[in-house]
């Protein structure tokens, strides 16, 4: 059983910043890439930033410059630094990873819970 455990939402103005986590947990054997999406209301989800296990990152043009991905390989966590927040980032924020888990030889993904981002103006 793996997991994918979020934190750190929450309502900021706008031109604020807030730090997104997620740890995975559980019978894992390695973590491939992980990443963030959001979903605002009557939107499709959407990508918003990837990061490989060697650190290569990708990330949505309207948060380029302004959001950073990271992630801690030792302890299976990926981070998403916002800044310069706007109130078109107003969204739930997913957490994906593609995990190796157990004895399997390729990798499931995985989703967090979301975490409700709300900037105001």
């Known amino acids: 059983q793996v997991q994918l455990v979020e934190s750190g939402g929450g309502l900021v103005q706008a031109g604020g910043s807030l730090r997104l986590s997620c740890a995975a947990s559980g019978n894992i054997f390695s973590v491939n890439a992980m990443g963030w999406y959001r979903q605002a209301p009557g939107k499709q989800r959407e990508l918003v930033a990837t990061?490989?296990?060697?650190?290569?990152?990708n990330y949505e043009d309207s948060v380029k410059g302004r959001f950073t991905i990271s992630r801690d390989n030792a302890k299976n966590t990926v981070y998403l630094q916002m800044n310069s927040l706007k109130p078109e980032d107003t969204a739930v924020y997913y957490c994906?990873?593609?995990?190796?888990?157990?004895?399997?030889?390729?990798?499931?993904?995985?989703w967090g819970q979301g975490t409700q981002v709300t900037v105001s103006s």
């Open positions: 994906n990873a593609a995990i190796v888990y157990g004895s399997s030889f390729y990798p499931t993904d995985y």
């Open positions: 990061i490989t296990s060697g650190g290569s990152t």
